[in-house]
């Protein structure tokens, strides 16, 4: 139970620093250092959580790595279910939290509701949403097998470089689609948004559950062929 709690307490970590950073400082197109500020406090809480619960839950605190993690053999059926209830609880513990700070009145003025994601950056295009989401979290998940890799040569660093790496995706993606990668992070800002009035997130919420699910398993599946070959080949 140590490491659902573990993934429950980080996720929570996780909404309430990266999506209250984003209601804090707003991620609209004239306010471009939002931008830089949101995909910092995204990045640098996995950091901080990777090497805080890391050895004890291996720092998912996301159901797409989870998948990952569990398409490429890494963890059993009963874990990954247990992984991704703790981390959705969580993300609705971090949204409580973002709740009491701000206050349920004033939260779906900055970015749609506690951070909540959406097509907005895409003029609405569902295609260019999930494209966009399934090609971040490719890259985010495809990352972390190779950092967390037992043949892996990073030293120390692995916490740091998925951190920069889930920084890196955000830049690009919160002009887009706010950057989710992460179904749990998507789901409590939704579910909060449209209890608070704002039901435009709810409408949208499926890409941000299916389209990190899908890259997350491509990834794993492209990891998988690819550590194959490298066997192969020796």
Not at 39 to 62: D, P, Q
Not at 148 to 176: C, D, E, N, P, Y
């Amino acid at each position: 139970m140590k490491k659902y709690l573990a993934e429950l307490i980080g996720t929570c970590v996780l909404v309430t620093l990266g999506c209250g950073t984003a209601m804090l400082v707003g991620c609209d197109a004239a306010n471009g250092g939002g931008y830089i500020l949101t995909a910092l406090a995204f990045g640098l809480t996995i950091v901080g959580m990777a090497y805080c619960i890391g050895n004890i839950s291996g720092c998912h605190i996301n159901p797409a790595v989870s998948l990952g993690v569990l398409i490429s053999g890494g963890m059993s059926v009963s874990d990954f279910i247990g992984y991704v209830i703790a981390q959705c609880i969580g993300g609705f513990a971090g949204v409580g939290i973002l709740a009491l700070i701000f206050g349920a009145g004033n939260v779906t003025d900055m970015t749609g509701g506690f951070g909540a994601n959406g097509l907005a950056g895409v003029n609405g295009s569902v295609v260019a949403g999930l494209v966009v989401e399934v090609v971040l979290t490719f890259i985010f998940v495809l990352t972390i097998l190779g950092v967390t890799s037992k043949k892996a040569a990073h030293g120390s660093f692995g916490g740091l470089v998925i951190g920069l790496t889930l920084t890196l995706v955000h830049i690009l993606g919160i002009g887009l689609t706010g950057t989710s990668v992460n179904p749990a992070r998507s789901l409590a800002p939704a579910v909060a948004a449209a209890i608070t009035g704002n039901a435009e997130p709810i409408k949208s919420l499926w890409i941000f559950i299916v389209a990190p699910l899908a890259g997350a398993a491509l990834a794993a599946l492209v990891y998988k062929f690819l550590e194959k070959e490298k066997a192969e080949a020796k």
